[in-house]
């Protein structure tokens, strides 16, 4: 009973480097979402799918680009990683959208030098 | 995000006390509040959550409650136990598409 599964664990780049975050669900949901969390933030949105084939922008997506793959896997990709990027990276997915509960990942932490 | 606000950031409490956590939203159409504890190390866990339709929701030693003439509700923990020790978030969904926002959270300590 996997739920979201998020990978890598750790990460540290450096300042320009790029790099794909993964995620990927076996709860069959229809809505998947990258959230960002940094001290004193709380849970900022990046981006989202509501469901197989879309993908949105959410509040902080500059720096970022998403692709909903299958409707199992959404994936967040740094296309030139900057220190204001270092963060913790959270996937999470939800039946059908954001009236539902939302079931997270793990998490990813960043680091940029 | 700025459509949830969350207080207090911080919360000590002694084990056996009350906590409350407050959040107010902006969107009059969101009908969806969950609450989520924030364990060291992990991802968020939904521990309760209301729909519009109820005014309060209890689960053991966690409540939830309501109020949506003013935009506000709140999370009830009686009899805390540092075990309760976390962070907790609350959220909102907002605008059309329901987008899950979060407040910034509260940090619970529970002293033994």
């Known amino acids: 009973n996997a739920g979201v599964t998020q990978t890598p664990k750790f990460q540290v780049l450096k300042t320009g480097q790029s790099m794909t975050l993964q995620c990927a669900q076996d709860m069959n949901h229809n809505s998947m979402y990258w959230y960002r969390q940094d001290p004193g933030m709380g849970l900022r949105l990046i981006y989202y799918?509501?469901?197989?084939?879309?993908?949105d922008k959410g509040e902080v997506p500059n720096g970022y680009n998403v692709s909903r793959l299958n409707k199992r896997e959404f994936s967040l990709r740094l296309e030139s990683a900057a220190p204001s990027q270092t963060s913790v990276y959270f996937c999470?997915?939800?039946?059908?959208?954001?009236?539902?509960?939302?079931?997270f990942g793990s998490g990813t932490q960043l680091s940029v030098l | 995000g700025e459509n949830v606000e969350q207080h207090p950031s911080t919360l000590s409490v002694q084990e056996g006390d009350s906590a409350v956590i407050k959040c107010t939203y902006s969107d009059s159409a969101s009908n969806y509040f969950p609450w989520y504890k924030q364990e060291l190390g992990k991802g968020p866990q939904l521990i309760i959550d209301?729909?519009?339709?109820?005014g309060e929701k209890k689960d053991q030693r966690i409540a939830v409650t309501l109020n949506k003439t003013a935009k506000h509700f709140s999370l009830h923990i009686t009899e805390t136990q540092p075990e309760d020790s976390a962070v907790y978030f609350c959220a909102a969904p907002y605008g059309g598409s329901y987008i899950p926002t979060f407040g910034r959270g509260t940090s619970l300590i529970v002293h033994p």
């Open positions: 209301i729909r519009s339709n109820v």
């Open positions: 799918s509501a469901s197989e084939g879309t993908t």
């Open positions: 999470a997915s939800s039946e059908a959208g954001g009236q539902e509960k939302l079931f």
